[in-house]
T-cell receptor, first 114, second 113 residues
Framework: DSGVTQTPKHLITATGQRVTLRCSPR?????VYWYQQSLDQGLQFLIQ???????AKGNILERFSAQQFPDLHSELNLSSLELGDSALYFC?????????????FGDGTRLSIL | GNSVTQMEGPVTLSEEAFLTINCTYT??????LFWYVQYPGEGLQLLLK?????DKGSNKGFEATYRKETTSFHLEKGSVQVSDSAVYFC????????????FGTGTSLTVIP
């Protein structure tokens, strides 16, 4: 058990809809990361927050947004969903936000778009 | 840019065989390097890491040495077990991108008794 909690584990919805994925980091970790894992793209970094502030941004679509709240949990919002958004979404956390920090991953949320 | 290249899988080995999974990288600056393992239905688990050239990371019988001259971080284990069957990911983190990780495509390992 990594200590990172993601909910829900599975999500099934339709094209055009909006969903929210939730992540609680390990106790004491200030930084949260979001990744998308798909068969064709592999593991892709989306965004990093550190203590409530955005720290780094990857190839995150404009339809996607995220935030980290004062209690350090994070939410990833995906809107106007398309079939290609079907993937496994991972949250990870680390103590600090700087380079070289090991990241600890949750078990992921599997999103299926019908 | 930053990228990680892993050997293609899948890899199938007999129990107690020697394992090598190749990983090479391209990075700006001086990256930290990681190996993660993913078991079916689970998230990625940190296996080992190295933060500077010539460092050797090790854990659970797995080892990898940070080779700056060959930009490599190959994963090795002397004697694999059935329980090592999983997907292995090589990753890097550099100074210029916060702590964004760049992952390789993953190598699936199956160990047969």
């Amino acid at each position: 058990d990594s200590g990172v909690t993601q909910t829900p584990k599975h999500l099934i919805t339709a094209t055009g809809q909006r969903v929210t994925l939730r992540c609680s980091p390990r106790s004491g970790d200030l930084s949260v990361y979001w990744y998308q894992q798909s068969l064709d793209q592999g593991l892709q970094f989306l965004i990093q927050y550190y203590n409530g502030e955005e720290r780094a941004k990857g190839n995150i679509l404009e339809r996607f947004s995220a935030q980290q709240f004062p209690d350090l949990h994070s939410e990833l919002n995906l809107s106007s969903l398309e079939l290609g958004d079907s993937a496994l979404y991972f949250c990870a956390s680390s103590v600090g936000g700087g380079p070289g920090q090991p990241q600890h991953f949750g078990d992921g949320t599997r999103l299926s778009i019908l | 840019g930053n990228s990680v290249t892993q050997m293609e899988g899948p890899v199938t080995l007999s129990e107690e065989a020697f394992l090598t999974i190749n990983c090479t990288y391209t990075a700006t600056g001086y990256p930290s390097l990681f190996w993660y393992v993913q078991y079916p239905g689970e998230g990625l688990q940190l296996l080992l890491k190295a933060t500077k050239a010539d460092d050797k990371g090790s854990n659970k019988g797995f080892e990898a040495t940070y080779r700056k001259e060959t930009t490599s971080f190959h994963l090795e284990k002397g004697s694999v077990q059935v329980s090592d069957s999983a997907v292995y990911f090589c990753a890097l983190s550099t100074h210029y991108t916060g702590n964004q990780f760049y992952f390789g495509t993953g190598t699936s390992l199956t160990v047969i008794p």
